[in-house]
C-alpha cells in the first residue's frame, strides 16, 4: 500500500508513460469489487476486460445494473507503476441508454493474480473523490440463457401481424417461428423459451425482430418491421427497446 501511495503523490513529477502490453492478457475477464454507492444505491461493482475494451457497471443489492459505460481501454507504464487509462467511454442507466462521456478516467493499479487494486480520481479534482478498490476476478462459470419471452407493449401493425423472432450468442442461433399464428392486439405476452448453453454473465446477446401481416414474410428479407439490437447477458434480466415511435417491447431472460 505505501508504494501505492508513494506513486500516486510523486511519480507524476518525474515519470513519463509507456505503452505496456504485459497485463493485458493477466486482466482479460472479469472482474468484482464490493462498494456501496448510497447516490446510485449500488453495492457493488464490475469491470469485465475484452482486448482493449471494457465494461463497467454498478450493481444494486439484486444484482441489477444501475449505472453501465463501456469504451476503451489502454495500458501504460509510468516509471515503475502501472496506469489504465478509460477512454471514448459511453455511459448510462442501462446498456440501451448510453451516451458520450466528456471525460477520461486515468487509474493507477496494482495486479497480484487475482486480485486487481485500482486507485481512481487522483487524476483530476472529481465530484466523487479518490477512491481505492480492491477487484476479485470472477470465476467463469458456464450457464444456460433462456430468453423467457417478449413482451409487446405497442406495434406499428394494424390488423392481425405474426413474428419471426432470431437470437444469437457466439455462434449460437436460435429462431421463433409458429406458423399459422397470428396476433390481433397490442399488449402481448409472447412465450419464447430459447435456450443458448454454455454461456458466461457479460456476454452479448444479439437479436433481429420481425413484423408482418402477412404469415410467410415474416422471417424473410420482405417483412413490414425489423428492429435489432442486443443485451448484456445476466443472471436474470429485461430490457426495453423502442425501434419506433409506435413500436415498444421488452425482452426478458435469465441464467439456469
Same mark, same amino acid.
Given at each position: 500500500?505505501?508504494?501505492?501511495?508513494?506513486?500516486?503523490?510523486?511519480? @507524476?513529477?518525474?515519470?513519463?508513460?509507456?505503452?505496456?502490453?504485459?497485463?493485458?492478457?493477466?486482466?482479460?475477464?472479469?472482474?468484482?469489487?464490493?462498494?456501496?454507492? @448510497?447516490?446510485?444505491?449500488?453495492?457493488?461493482?464490475?469491470?469485465?476486460? /475484452?482486448?482493449?475494451?471494457?465494461?463497467?457497471?454498478?450493481?444494486? *443489492?439484486?444484482?441489477?445494473?444501475?449505472?453501465?459505460?463501456?469504451?476503451?481501454?489502454?495500458?501504460?507504464?509510468?516509471? @515503475?507503476?502501472?496506469?489504465?487509462?478509460?477512454?471514448?467511454?459511453?455511459?448510462?442507466?442501462?446498456?440501451?441508454?448510453?451516451?458520450?462521456?466528456?471525460?477520461?478516467?486515468?487509474?493507477?493499479?496494482?495486479?497480484?493474480?487475482?486480485?486487481?487494486?485500482?486507485?481512481?480520481?487522483?487524476?483530476?479534482?472529481?465530484?466523487?473523490?479518490?477512491?481505492?478498490?480492491?477487484?476479485?476476478?470472477?470465476?467463469? /462459470?458456464? /450457464?444456460?440463457?433462456?430468453?423467457?419471452?417478449?413482451?409487446?407493449?405497442?406495434?406499428?401493425?394494424?390488423?392481425?401481424?405474426?413474428?419471426?423472432?432470431?437470437?444469437?450468442?457466439?455462434?449460437?442461433?436460435?429462431?421463433?417461428?409458429?406458423?399459422? *399464428?397470428?396476433?390481433? *392486439?397490442?399488449?402481448?405476452?409472447?412465450?419464447?423459451?430459447?435456450?443458448? @448453453?454454455?454461456?458466461?454473465?457479460?456476454?452479448?446477446?444479439?437479436? *433481429?425482430?420481425?413484423?408482418?401481416?402477412?404469415?410467410?414474410?415474416?422471417?424473410?428479407?420482405?417483412?413490414?418491421?425489423?428492429?435489432?439490437?442486443?443485451?448484456?447477458?445476466?443472471?436474470?434480466?429485461?430490457?426495453?427497446?423502442?425501434?419506433?415511435?409506435?413500436?415498444?417491447?421488452?425482452?426478458?431472460?435469465?441464467?439456469?
Amino acid at each position: 500500500m505505501r508504494r501505492l501511495l508513494y506513486f500516486l503523490l510523486f511519480c @507524476p513529477l518525474f515519470s513519463a508513460p509507456v505503452l505496456l502490453a504485459s497485463d493485458a492478457k493477466l486482466l482479460a475477464g472479469k472482474w468484482l469489487a464490493q462498494r456501496e454507492n @448510497p447516490q446510485l444505491h449500488s453495492s457493488s461493482q464490475t469491470i469485465e476486460v /475484452k482486448g482493449d475494451k471494457f465494461t463497467f457497471q454498478m450493481l444494486d *443489492k439484486d444484482g441489477q445494473v444501475v449505472l453501465h459505460a463501456e469504451g476503451d481501454l489502454k495500458l501504460e507504464k509510468l516509471g @515503475p507503476f502501472s496506469l489504465v487509462r478509460f477512454v471514448n467511454v459511453r455511459g448510462g442507466e442501462s446498456q440501451s441508454n448510453l451516451e458520450a462521456v466528456d471525460d477520461e478516467f486515468n487509474c493507477t493499479y496494482m495486479l497480484d493474480g487475482d486480485t486487481w487494486t485500482v486507485a481512481s480520481n487522483f487524476d483530476k479534482e472529481r465530484e466523487a473523490g479518490p477512491t481505492l478498490d480492491v477487484y476479485h476476478r470472477v470465476a467463469s /462459470k458456464n /450457464k444456460t440463457l433462456v430468453i423467457d419471452g417478449i413482451d409487446m407493449a405497442d406495434t406499428p401493425q394494424f390488423a392481425i401481424w405474426f413474428l419471426c423472432f432470431e437470437a444469437t450468442v457466439g455462434d449460437t442461433t436460435r429462431r421463433h417461428y409458429i406458423e399459422d *399464428k397470428g396476433y390481433d *392486439k397490442n399488449q402481448v405476452k409472447i412465450p419464447l423459451a430459447l435456450e443458448f @448453453p454454455s454461456v458466461q454473465a457479460g456476454q452479448k446477446c444479439s437479436f *433481429k425482430m420481425q413484423l408482418d401481416d402477412v404469415d410467410t414474410d415474416a422471417c424473410t428479407d420482405d417483412v413490414d418491421n425489423r428492429s435489432t439490437g442486443e443485451f448484456s447477458i445476466s443472471d436474470s434480466g429485461a430490457q426495453a427497446y423502442k425501434p419506433e415511435s409506435n413500436w415498444r417491447f421488452t425482452i426478458r431472460w435469465h441464467l439456469r
